[in-house]
C-alpha cells in the first residue's frame, strides 16, 4: 500500500520513471479505495502529517519571537517578575529587604487552517498530484498566515505614534544602525534580527555590498529560513512574498522590523488537527486542516518598526 509521505510531496512534477509508476500504483490505489473510509482516512492523514513536518514558521519564529509548545488544554504564560536588588555592604551591615512584584498573564489561543471542497471525481483521478499540490500550497500559505499574525501583532503595538516607529522616503542606514543599537541593549534575551521582505532588506544589503560591509550566507540551512546573513551582530531575515488566494501580499512591502526575539511570544496547542468527509451525495469531497495558535507582543521597547514612505 503506498502513501504520499513515502514518495514526498517535492518529488511530484518529476521525470523519474520510478516515481511515475509509484504515482501511478497510488493513483489506481484511490480510485479502487476511494469509498473505503479507514483508507481515506489513513491516505488523508499522511498529507495532514506531511504538512506538518513541513512547516518551516517554527524556525523563523524562533529568531523573532520567544516560542512555547504545548499539549492540547494547557495553559501558556506570560510573566513578568522583577523588584530584587543585590547590595554590597560592609561587614555586619544592613542589607534592605527587596519587594518582589510578579505580573502574569494568558497568551489567548487562536487557530490558523485550510478547508478544501473539491469534486470527488477530480481527486479521484488524480490522487497524487492533488495531494502533493495540496500539501505544499497548505504549508506556504500556513507559513505566511502565521508569520503575518505575528507581524501584524507589532503593527498593532508600535503604531505611527509610538516612539518606537521610523518612517521617511528611502531606507536610512544610519537610523537602521540607530535601531538595531537600542533594541539589542534592550533586549535581555534571544537573538535580535531585522525582518522584511526583499523590497526593504535588499536596500540593506545594496548599500553594504557597496560598502563592502556586508557578506551574504551560503548555509543550506540559512538560505531555507530566509536568513541572507548578519549585520551588526542581526540576523538579517528576507520573508518570501506568499499571496493569499485573491493575490494580494500577506506581507507589506514597505515595512521592515528590528526585533528581539524576548519581544513578543508565540505558542501552539499540540499538533494539527485533520478532518476529511464525502457530502451525502458523493460529489464533493472535503478536507480540514487546524493548528492552534497564539501571539502577543509583551515589550514593544525591545523592536523598531521601519517604514518606508516612497514605496
Given at each position: 500500500?503506498?502513501?504520499?509521505?513515502?514518495?514526498?510531496?517535492?518529488?511530484?512534477?518529476?521525470?523519474?520513471?520510478?516515481?511515475?509508476?509509484?504515482?501511478?500504483?497510488?493513483?489506481?490505489?484511490?480510485?479502487?479505495?476511494?469509498?473505503?473510509?479507514?483508507?481515506?482516512?489513513?491516505?488523508?492523514?499522511?498529507?495532514?502529517?506531511?504538512?506538518?513536518?513541513?512547516?518551516?514558521?517554527?524556525?523563523?519564529?524562533?529568531?523573532?519571537?520567544?516560542?512555547?509548545?504545548?499539549?492540547?488544554?494547557?495553559?501558556?504564560?506570560?510573566?513578568?517578575v522583577k523588584g530584587l536588588k543585590v547590595w554590597f555592604v560592609a561587614s555586619g551591615g544592613q542589607i534592605d529587604e527587596s519587594v518582589i512584584t510578579s505580573e502574569t498573564a494568558e497568551l489567548r489561543r487562536d487557530y490558523v487552517g485550510y478547508?478544501?471542497?473539491?469534486?470527488?471525481?477530480?481527486?479521484?483521478?488524480?490522487?497524487?498530484?492533488?495531494?502533493?499540490?495540496?500539501?505544499?500550497?497548505?504549508?506556504?500559505?500556513?507559513?505566511?498566515?502565521?508569520?503575518?499574525?505575528?507581524?501584524?501583532?507589532?503593527?498593532?503595538?508600535?503604531?505611527?505614534?509610538?516612539?518606537?516607529?521610523?518612517?521617511?522616503?528611502?531606507?536610512?542606514?544610519?537610523?537602521?544602525?540607530?535601531?538595531?543599537?537600542?533594541?539589542?541593549?534592550?533586549?535581555?534575551?534571544?537573538?535580535?534580527?531585522?525582518?522584511?521582505?526583499?523590497?526593504?532588506?535588499?536596500?540593506?544589503?545594496?548599500?553594504?555590498?557597496?560598502?563592502?560591509?556586508?557578506?551574504?550566507?551560503?548555509?543550506?540551512?540559512?538560505?531555507?529560513?530566509?536568513?541572507?546573513?548578519?549585520?551588526?551582530?542581526?540576523?538579517?531575515?528576507?520573508?518570501?512574498?506568499?499571496?493569499?488566494?485573491?493575490?494580494?501580499?500577506?506581507?507589506?512591502?514597505?515595512?521592515?522590523?528590528?526585533?528581539?526575539?524576548?519581544?513578543?511570544?508565540?505558542?501552539?496547542?499540540?499538533?494539527?488537527?485533520?478532518?476529511?468527509?464525502?457530502?451525502?451525495?458523493?460529489?464533493?469531497?472535503?478536507?480540514?486542516?487546524?493548528?492552534?495558535?497564539?501571539?502577543?507582543?509583551?515589550?514593544?521597547?525591545?523592536?523598531?518598526?521601519?517604514?518606508?514612505?516612497?514605496?
Amino acid at each position: 500500500m503506498g502513501s504520499i509521505r513515502q514518495i514526498g510531496y517535492k518529488d511530484f512534477g518529476g521525470k523519474n520513471a520510478d516515481l511515475a509508476e509509484k504515482i501511478a500504483i497510488l493513483d489506481a490505489e484511490a480510485r479502487e479505495n476511494w469509498y473505503d473510509d479507514e483508507w481515506r482516512a489513513e491516505r488523508i492523514h499522511d498529507v495532514q502529517t506531511t504538512i506538518f513536518e513541513g512547516f518551516t514558521h517554527e524556525s523563523l519564529l524562533n529568531l523573532m519571537s520567544t516560542v512555547e509548545t504545548v499539549e492540547d488544554g494547557e495553559r501558556i504564560l506570560i510573566e513578568e517578575v522583577k523588584g530584587l536588588k543585590v547590595w554590597f555592604v560592609a561587614s555586619g551591615g544592613q542589607i534592605d529587604e527587596s519587594v518582589i512584584t510578579s505580573e502574569t498573564a494568558e497568551l489567548r489561543r487562536d487557530y490558523v487552517g485550510y478547508h478544501v471542497n473539491e469534486r470527488t471525481d477530480k481527486i479521484r483521478s488524480g490522487f497524487s498530484r492533488q495531494m502533493a499540490s495540496m500539501a505544499s500550497l497548505a504549508i506556504s500559505q500556513m507559513d505566511a498566515a502565521i508569520n503575518q499574525r505575528l507581524l501584524g501583532a507589532f503593527q498593532a503595538a508600535i503604531t505611527n505614534v509610538s516612539p518606537y516607529y521610523i518612517s521617511g522616503a528611502g531606507l536610512s542606514l544610519p537610523a537602521l544602525n540607530t535601531a538595531i543599537t537600542e533594541v539589542v541593549d534592550e533586549s535581555l534575551d534571544g537573538p535580535v534580527s531585522v525582518v522584511g521582505r526583499g523590497t526593504m532588506v535588499d536596500q540593506i544589503v545594496n548599500e553594504l555590498q557597496d560598502l563592502n560591509g556586508f557578506t551574504p550566507a551560503t548555509n543550506e540551512e540559512i538560505l531555507r529560513t530566509g536568513r541572507l546573513g548578519e549585520y551588526r551582530g542581526t540576523n538579517i531575515i528576507r520573508l518570501k512574498n506568499h499571496k493569499d488566494a485573491d493575490g494580494n501580499s500577506f506581507f507589506p512591502a514597505n515595512e521592515m522590523f528590528v526585533v528581539g526575539a524576548d519581544a513578543s511570544k508565540c505558542g501552539f496547542w499540540g499538533g494539527m488537527h485533520s478532518a476529511e468527509w464525502t457530502t451525502p451525495e458523493g460529489f464533493y469531497s472535503n478536507i480540514l486542516g487546524v493548528r492552534t495558535f497564539g501571539c502577543a507582543v509583551i515589550r514593544p521597547e525591545r523592536a523598531r518598526r521601519i517604514v518606508d514612505t516612497s514605496i
